[in-house]
């Protein structure tokens, strides 16, 4: 059974940003009208869209009866996501505000479990959940969350998330000159530079459907990845220099996770008789020095030995 969030005391308004999205933004818009816990009302900010068969769809929500929620559209000229989000916030009365993008959606627990979790901590400046991702992609994503030295090295909560309208008032709101991404991990560096006391939460349940697409702007943003963090490192470089050594472990622990993954593939597809690309081979033959590359080929080459000596034992 839904109830309205006013019954706990505080108050929590949605924004969805929406650029030429058809009736996804739909399913955006249904998720929210299907929460526990429902917000006060849901705000869309239509970044520009030029494709009639959107266009149409935010008309028909304009003038679509029976929603229990009250829905409010913006329409504005093409600013990027970063402008879009601050226009919706800019437009929330309430102390919390929910941003979702217009392809994803909730599961319907989300609101009451992120919600609480902010209640419960006056230092959390925001909160969201793991997320489970649909479309390309079929998997859950578990970000952690945490103070600003978890985030130096990378971002630690989904772009979805609810926020303290306080906190995003304090520190400016989305960088508007960020249109190529990483735009939602600048922004939650600001706001934990608002305290050093502040952290962000997450609901350790996968409550945020993600859509994943290989043309998605997250995956374009990949490719200009040090391009962004150099942005953001020179913008935050007060943070940076504050958490230098927590920024430069957390880089090479991300390195070496995956470092060991790839190990593991590769003696897998040696010792199975399976062919490894070309350049996987071409590090074995000339492995890299200094960081860490010809340790792992040692281990790979070390493994094989090992599996090579037990079969032939049997």
Not at 136 to 151: E, H, Q, R, Y
């Given at each position: 059974?839904?109830?309205?969030?006013?019954?706990?005391?505080?108050?929590?308004?949605?924004?969805?940003?929406?650029?030429?999205?058809?009736?996804?933004?739909?399913?955006?818009?249904?998720?929210?009208?299907?929460?526990?816990?429902?917000?006060?009302?849901?705000?869309?900010?239509?970044?520009?869209?030029?494709?009639?068969?959107?266009?149409?769809?935010?008309?028909?929500?304009?003038?679509?009866?029976?929603?229990?929620?009250?829905?409010?559209?913006?329409?504005?000229?093409?600013?990027?996501?970063?402008?879009?989000?601050?226009?919706?916030?800019?437009?929330?009365?309430?102390?919390?505000?929910?941003?979702?993008?217009?392809?994803?959606?909730?599961?319907?627990?989300?609101?009451?479990?992120?919600?609480?979790?902010?209640?419960?901590?006056?230092?959390?400046?925001?909160?969201?959940?793991?997320?489970?991702?649909?479309?390309?992609?079929?998997?859950?994503?578990?970000?952690?969350?945490?103070?600003?030295?978890?985030?130096?090295?990378?971002?630690?909560?989904?772009?979805?998330?609810?926020?303290?309208?306080?906190?995003?008032?304090?520190?400016?709101?989305?960088?508007?000159?960020?249109?190529?991404?990483?735009?939602?991990?600048?922004?939650?560096?600001?706001?934990?530079?608002?305290?050093?006391e502040s952290l962000i939460g997450i609901v350790d349940k996968?409550?945020?459907?993600?859509?994943?697409?290989?043309?998605?702007?997250?995956?374009?943003?990949?490719?200009?990845?040090?391009?962004?963090?150099?942005?953001?490192?020179?913008?935050?470089?007060?943070?940076?220099?504050?958490?230098?050594?927590?920024?430069?472990?957390?880089?090479?622990?991300?390195?070496?996770?995956?470092?060991?993954?790839?190990?593991?593939?590769?003696?897998?597809?040696?010792?199975?008789?399976?062919?490894?690309?070309?350049?996987?081979?071409?590090?074995?033959?000339?492995?890299?020095?200094?960081?860490?590359?010809?340790?792992?080929?040692?281990?790979?080459?070390?493994?094989?030995?090992?599996?090579?000596?037990?079969?032939?034992?049997?």
């Amino acid at each position: 059974m839904n109830k309205n969030i006013d019954g706990c005391g505080t108050g929590i308004e949605a924004v969805i940003t929406s650029f030429n999205q058809g009736t996804m933004i739909l399913e955006a818009v249904e998720s929210l009208c299907a929460q526990t816990l429902l917000p006060q009302k849901i705000i869309i900010v239509d970044d520009g869209s030029t494709d009639e068969g959107s266009i149409r769809v935010l008309k028909n929500l304009e003038n679509k009866a029976g929603l229990p929620i009250p829905v409010m559209i913006q329409y504005q000229e093409n600013r990027g996501v970063s402008a879009a989000r601050n226009a919706g916030i800019q437009k929330a009365q309430a102390p919390m505000v929910l941003v979702l993008d217009g392809d994803d959606k909730l599961k319907p627990e989300y609101i009451e479990y992120v919600s609480q979790m902010l209640l419960g901590n006056p230092s959390m400046v925001a909160a969201s959940s793991w997320m489970h991702t649909f479309g390309t992609l079929d998997s859950v994503v578990c970000p952690l969350g945490g103070k600003i030295n978890a985030f130096l090295s990378r971002n630690c909560c989904p772009a979805t998330h609810i926020l303290r309208r306080d906190v995003f008032e304090q520190c400016g709101g989305y960088d508007e000159s960020m249109r190529s991404g990483f735009e939602d991990w600048d922004f939650f560096l600001s706001m934990l530079e608002t305290s050093p006391e502040s952290l962000i939460g997450i609901v350790d349940k996968p409550l945020i459907q993600y859509r994943t697409a290989p043309a998605s702007s997250n995956v374009k943003s990949m490719e200009k990845r040090l391009g962004l963090m150099r942005f953001i490192i020179e913008k935050h470089k007060d943070s940076y220099h504050g958490h230098m050594v927590d920024a430069l472990l957390g880089v090479e622990a991300i390195s070496n996770s995956r470092l060991y993954q790839w190990e593991n593939e590769v003696a897998h597809a040696i010792a199975s008789h399976q062919e490894v690309s070309q350049s996987s081979h071409d590090f074995l033959k000339s492995p890299t020095y200094g960081d860490g590359g010809m340790a792992s080929a040692v281990r790979i080459a070390s493994d094989l030995t090992t599996k090579l000596g037990q079969s032939r034992k049997e």
